[in-house]
């Protein structure tokens, strides 16, 4: 593969080019010889190598699916590009090209060795989902900014760093500057990092270096809260009541209510209730998880129980078919053997039989298991809607006593109004509510309707999406449990039938 | 308290009444007020009943007088006193209980003199741990001393030695031992009394031969409870049984009629056997004398209370069978007689020592709580002053004097040799225990339970032998006599880690049948167990990293060869005609590639090999390989053909493996069952190595010594010798160092006592001129010498160069060496010379100063 003329003649990836590769680099001698009558599937190379071909432009190895270790070094390449199908790779060189800028490397996210040796590269981006990075070569490249280096702060398992033939690998502080902020080196410029020059470097950029931890630091709490808040929030979501410890309802009530704001504040009482819908959610949802637990595990049981059988038969009949194929074998009167061959056969349909007698047996033990399941659910849930229907209809009480109380403070505040009476300043949005009776009525009531809108729809909510979800979990039941795995058992036990059947109808043809 | 004086006073009281009835009596009788002559009378009078004329005396050991402290041979007044009360005690209870047998109070010790049971208890804590507990001090007390019966046996003993004693001489009978087991388990801290009562022959007599051997004993098997199954709301429900009803039930019922006619044959065999072994009628039996030890609850965590046999140092329980009776208790700060009915032996006896009406206690300091007595009786006694009076002096005098016994000492010694001479046999139900002291037997033995099959001990069953301290870590050999199967277990820490060896003692070689277990936490290969016969190996592996765990091998019969016999052909292992490896699932992988079995037929040429199951299936895929035919050629180039090859997949929907891929699966298998092939040999080796090195441990058992233990450790004891040596050389040196230099000095004026001045200074002058001659002669010495050594030079160089022509080589260099040495020495002269010189002043001047501050100038200087 020596360049024969300094004269650069770009290449392109393609199919000839790989075909050949491949098979240069492929099994040799013998399983080569086979590995060539058969044919190799891109699809099935672990490792390809392409170096000193002049490729310009990374091409057409979207079919190499499964590799793990490309080799791209020694070429004249400018952009890194058409890798983001090789999601396994693991080892990539792209060492001796012409790259400007680190980029496309996202969907590779198994990469732990990534060399970038002797290209333009000025500065380092773009790889934030390469968290496996163990070894990473940027040496003689263009990188000037020792800043910049920070960056690689984010690789925890970064144990081998080239940045050696750098710019500014000219400036004094450089290396300390480097073992300071990436304290987790190993090696750093083809040499072991030492504790003592660690500890020296450490000492060096303490300030900034605390800084930066702690700026980490809390940047790592605020995301964990984040993330632990979402899980939360997932799993009252889970059990429909999200949102219900809070004044979220309320809220919400008002959020489309903009006179009603105007004219209330936050009553107790409702967020009472609201907490007790929340409760009583969490815990039926808690309740309902340990109903599917069990029901899973039983279930499971019942299958573990049902292939050892299966197991048990199937070994049983193994035995015997060895000792009849021994016996066959050490016959020599014809007849017996034809015999034996419709014993054989026999004890085959026997065991056929027998496993998918058990099959059956499953199916309607799983069947019954399931109904009763469903009924239980069925029970769970309607109680869960029922109480939440009784909670909110409180609510709607609530809500109800409310506006009539403040029906009758507005007519009280509407007659002082016009008798002028009113000693308070009030503001210039309820004054112009309080022009006349039939506006502040309408003004109140639509709020009212508002309010009891919010309820009903929060309740329609509930009912439907919990309704939805049980729908759909008894559907994939029925779906997975029963018809699935009773369809793949029984193809299943034919496949081993035939198998067994065909083994026998072989050996009598070769005997004959 | 109360009612003790008040009890008491009842005895007092029945007593005087039954004296003045008597009229023989005079009043004086009572206790304290004796008069001398009534007391010297008394005595007399006890001797005479103590001693009643026995027709079989049988002579009684004498001891040397000289050994004993004065205690022994001499009463304190104090416990003269306790002796007269224990006296009048006996004199009332036989007085009262007329047909009552004597009690066991007043015996005389081995210096002849009479002393309380009571004090001869010596409570006592012994430095080793094993005797903190009960049990460990019983068994101590049951193997280290030997059994004295009593003679005869329905009497009690004369005499009550004490057990410093008898702890010395090692044997003595069952009042002996219990004293002494109740001195050290009382020192212990335990409630614990000697009881004496009656028991059965076989008790009385240590015969153990109807019992079991507590070592043959089956442990109460731990039954792990049976997890219950959760009873589950979603399990499923059983398949219907379609079995008739009817049919079952006479089933059933059948089976239940032949168990019960088992058990039937069962329980008349078991009668038989038992009305077989039954001893035989005791003609003294409820009239043997014994006496053990009683462990009462409340103290030391003990939860209830128990019997403590002496002789076998085994516990038994309240109502143990093997005692019919209890005449009285007691420890070392009170005595009480048993008033309560024996006739059913001692079961449902109570021992609430503290109950006066069925323990009657003979010093009112009693500890034990008392039972109140009513008010009513409270006032009689106050009414009765005098007998009060009375009471109130009695309980002045009457603590319990010190125990008179010398403190028990035991070596470290005589502690590990347990036994008498470190040896002692046990006769038990078909079994027989020798004990062994440790470090006494050549190969470590320290007991051998051999086991019979008749009661006559005749009939060899096996042997169990237990071995302690042994370098090759041999602890357990069990050898069955009937099948010839031998046993032997290790501790860890030998190479290969071995823990258990069976084999057959006819066929101890290799390739024979044989299980060994080994300690596979400490093995590089996991290996558990590794099973042989005569053509198979099975091996048994845990935690692996390739997750194997079965391995087995059938070997083939040896190629018999003609011709002369090779000297490695005996280490050629046999040909291997099949293997069979087993793996746990591992989980990284799928299913259909997880190999779960490979079965190497190497006779047939085929590798067959069955995958794990996918969880959700029942049939394991399977492949088989036929071997290309030059696969054992070296270097050959191998062939493949698909014929080659035969699988079943379970799911027919998976794509069938490429050729390469299958070429290269059976080159990695060829590379296993190479692999496996070697390992198969090492394993062989492994066994014959460990053989061998049986072989040798047996031939040359040798014992580990602790470095801890410093009486055995022949090294540590070495290395301690020579400090010793060291430190006396060091003393003498030191003492050498100190000597008088005017000695010789003064021996010339002849040693006065005192010197006068002008003695003093001639004696100085004369000792600082006699140094100064000596270093001036030494100097001399030393010129002399090098003059010497510097002529015999020029000589040397004189002859040498006349001669050097006519010399040879050999000579020359003679002469070089000859040079070389003589220039050195003359140069050590010199030097010594030099330094001579130097020295000289130097010591001179030490002298006159050593001489200036010497004691017997000084004061003239």
């Known amino acids: 593969m020596s360049r024969l003329y300094d004269t650069v003649e770009p290449a392109v990836i393609d199919e000839e080019m790989l075909k050949k590769a491949v098979e240069e680099q492929g099994p040799k001698e013998e399983a080569g010889k086979i590995a060539k009558q058969e044919g190799i599937d891109f699809g099935d190379v672990l490792s390809l190598r392409l170096d000193f071909l002049n490729i310009l432009k990374i091409d057409n190895l979207w079919e190499f699916t499964k590799l793990t270790k490309l080799q791209l070094d020694n070429n004249i390449i400018e952009k890194i590009e058409g890798l983001e199908s090789l999601v396994n790779l693991v080892w990539l060189d792209l060492s001796f090209n012409n790259i400007e800028v680190i980029d496309n490397l996202d969907s590779l996210t198994k990469l732990e060795d990534l060399t970038l040796y002797s290209n333009r590269i000025s500065t380092i981006e773009n790889m934030d989902s390469l968290l496996n990075l163990h070894v990473l070569s940027l040496g003689r490249n263009q990188l ?92 009252h979501k889970n059990a429909y009541v999200e949102l219900m410890n809070g004044p979220d309802l309320f809220e919400q009530m008002y959020a489309e209510d903009k006179e009603g704001q105007k004219l209330n504040e936050m009553p107790e009482k409702f967020m009472q209730i609201c907490t007790q819908i929340f409760d009583f959610g969490i815990a039926e949802h808690e309740k309902r998880e340990e109903e599917v637990k069990s029901f899973w595990e039983c279930v499971e049981e019942a299958k573990q129980d049902n292939k050892r059988l299966g197991m048990v038969h199937i070994d049983e009949f193994t035995e015997t078919k060895k000792r009849m194929l021994l016996e066959m074998s050490q016959m020599s009167d014809h007849k017996m053997v034809e015999q034996y061959a419709r014993d054989y056969n026999d004890k085959i349909q026997v065991l056929w039989d027998k496993l998918m007698g058990l099959e059956l047996q499953l199916v309607d033990q799983l069947e019954e298991v399931i109904k009763e ?93 919990i309704n939805q979800s049980l729908k759909n979990l008894i559907e994939q039941i029925h779906q997975d449990e029963e018809i699935t795995r009773n369809r793949m058992r029984v193809s299943e036990i034919n496949n081993l039938i035939d198998h067994l059947r065909e083994e026998m109808d072989n050996l009598e043809v070769m005997q004959n | 308290m109360d009612s003790s004086e008040m009890n008491e006073g009842e005895i007092h009281q029945i007593d005087s009444d039954d004296v003045i009835k008597e009229e023989d009596e005079t009043e004086n009788e009572e206790g304290e007020d004796l008069t001398e002559d009534a007391e010297a009378l008394k005595a007399e009078l006890a001797k005479i009943v103590v001693h009643p004329p026995s027709y079989e005396q049988s002579l009684m050991e004498e001891f040397d007088q000289a050994e004993f402290s004065p205690s022994y041979k001499d009463n304190l007044p104090k416990e003269n006193l306790v002796l007269q009360y224990a006296e009048n005690f006996r004199r009332q209870m036989v007085q009262l ?208 209370n128990f019997f403590i046999e002496p002789f076998t140092g085994l516990s038994h329980p309240m109502d143990s069978s093997n005692y019919l009776g209890i005449e009285s208790v007691w420890n070392n700060v009170n005595y009480w007689v048993n008033m309560q009915d024996c006739s059913e032996g001692v079961k449902g006896l109570s021992f609430d020592l503290g109950d006066s009406t069925v323990w009657e206690f003979m010093f009112p300091n009693n ?53 008498p001479h470190g040896k002692k046999t046990k006769v038990y139900k078909r079994a027989k225990l020798e004990k062994f002291a440790h470090y006494l037997m050549k190969d ?25 301290h042994r370098s090759d870590k041999l602890t357990q050999k069990l050898t069955n006599h009937r099948t010839g199967q031998v046993c032997e277990n290790f501790d860890p820490g030998r190479p290969r880690c071995l823990k258990e060896h069976q084999f057959k003692s006819s066929t101890p070689g290799p390739e024979n049948e044989r299980v060994m277990i080994f300690y596979h936490e400490a093995r590089v290969d996991g290996l558990v167990k590794r099973e042989e016969t005569q053509t198979e190996m099975t091996e048994e592996y845990s935690n692996r990293d390739d997750f194997l765990f079965y391995k087995y091998v059938e070997f083939g019969k040896r190629a018999k060869k003609f011709g002369p016999q090779e000297t490695s052909s005996a280490n050629k292992g046999r040909p291997i005609n099949k293997m069979i490896q087993k793996f746990h699932r591992n989980r990284n992988k799928p299913a259909n590639e997880d190999i779960a079995e490979i079965i190497f037929h190497v006779a047939e040429d085929k590798i067959h090999i069955s995958y794990h199951t996918e969880d959700v299936r029942i049939a394991a895929s399977t492949r088989e390989f036929l071997k290309p035919p030059n696969w054992d050629e070296k270097g050959a180039v191998l062939t493949f053909n698909p014929e080659m090859h035969q699988t079943f997949q379970v799911d027919p929907m998976l794509p069938m493996n490429k050729q390469v ?50 009486e055995r450790n022949e090294k540590a004891k070495k290395h301690r010798r020579e400090l010793e040596r060291q430190q006396l050389e060091e003393k003498m040196r030191k003492q050498e160092m100190d000597i008088d230099y005017l000695a010789p000095f003064l021996a010339k004026i002849g040693n006065p006592e005192k010197l ?26 030393i010129q002399a010498r090098f003059e010497k050594e510097s002529q015999e030079l020029e000589k040397k160089q ?64």
Not at chain 1, 379 to 408: P, W, Y
Not at chain 2, 814 to 839: P, S, V, W
């Open chain 2, 756 to 781: 006068s001045k002008q003695q003093a200074f001639s004696l100085k002058e004369e000792c600082l001129a006699d140094l100064k001659q000596r270093l001036i002669d030494k100097a001399n010495l």
């Open chain 1, 373 to 465: 399941f469903e009924r239980n659910m069925q029970d769970m849930v309607g109680t869960f809607v029922e109480n939440v229907q009784a909670l909110l209809s409180q609510c709607r009480d609530l809500e109800n006593n409310h506006h009539e109380k403040m029906m009758e403070i507005a007519i009280v505040t509407l007659e002082k109004v016009i008798k002028n009476e009113l000693d308070d300043e009030i503001s210039d949005d309820l004054k112009m509510l309080l022009v006349d009776k039939d506006t502040i009525i309408n003004a109140v009531s639509s709020s009212h309707d508002v309010h009891l809108l919010k309820i009903d729809n929060k309740e329609d909510d509930i009912v439907t999406r």
């Open chain 1, 144 to 235: 000037t900014d020792l800043e910049n280096l920070r960056y690689l702060r984010r690789f925890k398992n970064l144990k081998t760093l080239n940045l050696s033939d750098n710019p500014f690998c000219k400036q004094d502080e450089y290396k300390q500057y480097v073992i300071a902020f990436l304290s987790n080196l190993e090696f750093l410029d083809y040499r072991l990092v030492d504790q003592q020059s660690r500890d020296a470097a450490i000492e060096k950029y303490q300030v900034s270096r605390d800084e930066m931890l702690h700026n980490e630091k809390q940047a790592e709490i605020k995301k964990e809260d984040e993330t632990k808040r979402q899980q939360e929030l997932e799993k």
């Open chain 2, 97 to 304: 209980y007329r047909d009552r047998k004597p009690l066991f109070l007043n015996p005389v010790n081995e210096c002849g003199v009479e002393k309380f049971v009571c004090t001869t208890i010596r409570p006592t804590l012994l430095e080793f741990k094993e005797l903190y507990n009960w049990d460990g001090a019983a068994e101590f007390v049951a193997d280290y001393l030997n059994i004295e019966p009593l003679k005869p046996e329905y009497e009690l003993p004369k005499r009550l030695i004490s057990p410093s004693t008898v702890l010395k001489r090692q044997k003595g009978n069952c009042f002996e031992y219990s004293t002494l087991l109740c001195s050290l388990l009382i020192g212990a801290g335990y409630d614990a009394y000697v009881i004496s009562g009656y028991a059965t022959k076989e008790t009385c007599l240590a015969d153990e031969s109807r019992d079991i051997c507590p070592l043959l004993k089956k442990k109460e098997e731990v039954q792990e409870e049976a997890r219950k199954k959760e009873m589950k709301k979603y399990n499923v429900k059983p398949p219907r049984d379609l079995r008739s009803k009817f049919e079952l039930k006479q089933e059933a019922k059948k089976e239940a009629e032949k168990q019960a006619e088992k058990e039937k044959q069962r329980k008349e065999e078991e009668e038989r056997i038992a009305e077989l072994e039954k001893p035989p009628p005791d003609p003294y039996f409820g009239l043997r004398i014994h006496a053990w030890v009683l462990v009462l609850s409340g103290k030391r965590e003990v939860p209830e």
């Open chain 2, 661 to 710: 891929e299958l070429y290269e699966m059976l080159m990695e298998l060829l590379k296993a069952e190479e692999k496996c092939r070697n390992e198969v040999r090492d394993s062989q080796n492994e066994v014959r190595n460990i053989l061998d090195d049986r072989t040798k441990e047996e031939a040359a058992s040798e014992l580990d010594i602790s470095v801890y233990d410093t």
């Open chain 2, 367 to 419: 500890d034990k709580p008392l039972l109140k007595i009513p008010d009513a009786e409270d006032d009689l006694n106050d009414m009765d002053d005098d007998e009060d009076d009375e009471e109130h002096e009695v309980e002045k005098y009457l603590d319990m004097p010190p125990s008179w016994v010398d403190a028990l000492k035991l070596s470290h010694r005589d502690f590990q040799m347990r036994c």
């Open chain 2, 444 to 468: 470590g033995l320290i007991s051998r339970l051999s086991v019979y099959e008749d009661r006559e001990l005749t009939d060899l069953m096996k042997v169990h032998e237990y071995y302690a």
């Open chain 2, 798 to 861: 004189a002859w040498y160069q006349q001669n050097q022509v006519s010399m040879g080589k050999e000579d020359e260099e003679e002469y070089l060496t000859y040079c070389k040495e003589a220039i050195f020495r003359i140069h050590i002269l010199d030097l010594r010379l030099t330094r001579h010189k130097e020295q000289a002043p130097h010591k001179y001047m030490q002298l006159e100063q050593k001489l200036r501050n010497d004691e017997r100038l000084s004061e003239f200087f």
